[in-house]
């Protein structure tokens, strides 16, 4: 592995962690839950003939909902750059004990 390659996945692993982190944030997992339920409640209020402002309503869900799964999708990425991270170390180590136990 070039160090190239090794600082992108230490970097994508970093950004993952902080990711984890912002989604475990019981803040942040408030203010989700927040928006999503008062999204919710003023598109059940609004007037069936608001079409303009459910759709904005609808807007803003999926905005959430998107925000959320950028989240995660970074979460899912670090958690692959550590794995890649942790073979490439348990390769290195492998191959430096073939080493010593060869010569």
């Not at 996945?9 to 339920?37: K, Y």
């Not at 609004?46 to 999926?62: A, C, F």
Request: net charge negative; hydrophobic share 35%.
């Amino acid at each position: 592995m070039n160090h190239q390659t090794e600082a992108q996945l230490r970097s994508e692993a970093t950004r993952g962690s902080r990711a984890n982190e912002l989604m475990n944030d019981e803040l942040m997992l408030e203010a989700f839950t927040t928006l999503d339920n008062r999204l919710t409640k003023e598109w059940a209020d609004s007037p069936v003939r608001d079409t303009e402002g459910r759709e904005r309503i609808w807007l803003m869900q999926k905005l959430l909902k998107n925000v959320d799964a950028h989240l995660r999708e970074i979460a899912t990425t670090g958690r692959m750059a550590n794995l890649q991270l942790e073979q490439e170390r348990t390769l290195l180590q492998k191959a430096k004990q073939w080493a010593s136990e060869t010569w």
